[in-house]
């Protein structure tokens, strides 16, 4: 039973009623209506401990089985009005949903309610799921799982848990309904929550876990990599993963060095592959040799990362390597104008991270379980991304930057205010500084700190603070 691979394969189901809705107020009102309509005493408060079933097996309790899809009709339209108003989601329901997006999935609900009402109730309770199916219960709802692709499915009921097995799902249930955990587990379930406020941890550590498997997976096919290691989260949790993977002797570590490297990130990777205890190479790169890199368009990246894959493709071969590999993580990948994913995937760079569908959360949660010290590095892009578009890169503007970053960061912890992310953007007469926003004020108040900053006609502190790819604001 699988829980998805890469991001567009994650399709978690649940089921509706005592799972992510509590219409029971509702419910009690519309039975209360339907027995001063029939002349049926119903017993509300016993039917709304059986929540799960079909409408149909409930009212079989009340009324003899040629009357029941009569009032069933009845019930339902009478629902849409005591009812669907007043419903209310379960406890972190909302939250559950919200976890599923933020891993990337696709969100099913699959109930035994009428699906026009189950639509209502959730539009009501502000829950939004991609598809809706509706009056499935046990067997039929594997059906609906199977056909949408649903992975994981969540329910309260012991019918829930019949569906997800039928549907070839992990059954997770939840005994928020009339079943214990005891009863859940010996109808199927594979894992037993006691609420949803539990499922949001779950689901992340099952999403990792899933995604881990499928990095090893296409590490070991690739067999033996050269890592574009340039000392930031991704490339060095990559670094380690692939080590621990495919052992120290199949992977190599590549540090490029010029201009556009900071001299910190080059001790630092160094320090890293060290304590790793993997081959550490530092081949040059000649950026500045490329007319698009130097006039700095928009696309810049696509030169610089084809300079990196085109001194990379031959190291690998003269090492006896298989294949170079990138720290392209699944959201780089979604996150607009990338031009240099596409130079190093035009050279044959693989993307074993973006593979796996590893998001750069999930890197970072990785990284700690392995205890690297990245794994709440800041981004450190090249220093060439300071500088505004269509402004020429040249070593000395790099320097410049370089320098006053530098200086800054010494100058800001000399006077207790540390900064996590900080750059220097270089817009050719003038410098734009960008700190933690919560910093940004006090620094714009302190001439002496950004004094720091030297070597341009003037210094400015943009008051929104960070942002990573800043630059791009300024392009049409």
């Not at 997006?101 to 539009?123: C, D, H, I, P, Q």
Request: net charge negative; hydrophobic share 45%; with cysteine.
């Amino acid at each position: 039973m699988s829980a998805g691979g890469a991001s567009s394969s994650l399709v978690v189901g649940f089921d509706l009623d005592m799972t992510l809705l509590d219409a029971r107020r509702g419910i009690l009102a519309t039975f209360a209506e339907v027995s001063a309509r029939t002349g049926v005493a119903i017993g509300g408060e016993l039917a709304v401990t059986r929540l799960g079933p079909p409408l149909e097996h409930e009212l079989a309790h009340w009324f003899p089985a040629d009357e029941v899809d009569t009032v069933a009709a009845l019930y339902r339209e009478l629902y849409a009005v005591h009812a669907v108003p007043v419903s209310e989601p379960m406890p972190d329901a909302v939250e559950a949903v919200a976890a599923v997006r933020r891993e990337g999935g696709r969100v099913v609900v699959v109930t035994a309610k009428n699906e026009r009402l189950a639509r209502a109730s959730l539009a009501v309770i502000g829950i939004e799921p991609d598809v809706v199916v509706g009056q499935r219960f046990a067997d039929t709802k594997g059906d609906a799982i199977r056909d949408h692709g649903v992975g994981i499915f969540v329910g309260d009921h012991e019918g829930d848990m019949i569906g997800a097995r039928a549907g070839g799902a992990l059954a997770v249930g939840l005994t928020t309904g009339p079943h214990d955990a005891g009863t859940l587990t010996a109808a199927g379930a594979d894992v037993v929550l006691g609420a949803l406020a539990d499922f949001p941890g779950w689901l992340a550590d099952r999403v990792l876990e899933t995604r881990l498997a499928a990095l090893t997976e296409r590490l070991r096919a690739l067999g033996s990599v050269l890592v574009a290691f340039s000392g930031g989260a991704d490339s060095a949790f990559l670094l380690a993963w692939a080590a621990r993977t495919l052992g120290a002797d199949a992977v190599v570590a590549a540090t490029a060095v010029s201009a556009s490297l900071p001299a910190g990130e080059l001790t630092a990777a160094r320090d890293f592959a060290e304590r790793l205890g993997v081959r550490h190479v530092l081949p040059a790169t000649d950026e500045q040799s490329r007319p698009g890199y130097r006039a700095n368009g928009p696309d810049r990246c696509y030169f610089c990362k084809a300079e990196l894959a085109d001194t990379l493709g031959p190291l690998a071969a003269e090492l006896g390597l298989g294949h170079v590999v990138t720290g392209t993580n699944a959201d780089d990948a979604v996150a607009g104008f990338r031009p240099g994913i596409q130079a190093a995937a035009e050279r044959g760079a693989a993307t074993p991270l973006l593979d796996a569908g590893l998001t750069k959360r999930q890197v970072r949660a990785a990284s700690r379980r392995l205890g690297l010290v990245t794994a709440d590095k800041p981004a450190a892009a090249c220093l060439a991304s300071r500088i505004a578009y269509g402004i020429e890169v040249t070593p000395s503007r790099l320097a410049r930057v370089e320098r006053a970053e530098t200086a800054l960061r010494a100058a800001l912890a000399d006077a207790g205010l540390e900064s996590r992310d900080l750059r220097v953007r270089d817009l050719g007469d003038r410098a734009r500084i960008e700190v933690d926003a919560r910093l940004a004020v006090t620094l714009a108040a302190r001439p002496d700190l950004m004094a720091a900053v030297d070597g341009f006609g003037g210094v400015e502190v943009d008051p929104r603070g960070f942002r990573s790819g800043s630059m791009n604001e300024l392009l049409p």
